[in-house]
């Protein structure tokens, strides 16, 4: 244990962070709850520029045939970046940045960090028009889309793989904010 706490202070010193994050899952029996833990810290820690990654998952607890659990999760990543990434992959309940005491960040660290959060809030959008809305639900905002002029910034979103600079990185969805007058 000492050692892995040297090991763990001389990465930070070269950029990397600590943290504790905290996950939970939910079964219909205790091997399905803590399993899903499992398998949640066993992708986490093959991720890109993760480090270190080790959980303590609780005893699953039963209420009205539904098991839950959570995991405290210690894991080290090579940067600050590495760590918010996986928070918008994974979506911890809890985090605690354990060290560096203080993160400074390069503009083009923060612009990155920036373009990273957008991508995700985009890639979950995408998910959403893909995957949950019902067809009568795309349909209704194929139509509003349509109602809207092309070039207006309340357009509901935008289906072409170009932004108005030219073609979209990795020629993903373009997405505009949500147009609130249809709520």
Known sequence: EKQLKELFEEAVKQGAVEALLFFDSHGHTEE???????????????????????????????????????????????????????????????????????????????????????????DFTTYILQHVLTGEEKRMMEEQRKRTSAGSPTRLFDLRTSGPTGPSPRGQITYSPLDSSIY
Do not use: F
């Not at 709850?33 to 699953?60: F, M, T, W």
């Not at 990543?77 to 390069?106: F, R």
């Open 32 to 122: 399905e709850a803590r399993n899903a833990l499992v398998d949640l810290i066993s992708r986490i820690s093959k991720e890109n520029g993760v480090l270190y990654c080790k959980a303590e998952i609780e005893k699953p607890l039963e209420k009205d045939g539904v098991y839950s659990t959570y995991g405290e999760t210690r894991i080290l990543t090579d940067s600050y970046k590495t760590l918010i990434n996986v928070a918008l992959k994974y979506g911890p309940v809890v985090t605690d940045l354990l060290q560096p005491t203080e993160i400074k960040l390069t503009h083009g660290d923060a612009q990155a960090l920036l373009l990273d959060v957008s991508q995700a809030s985009q």
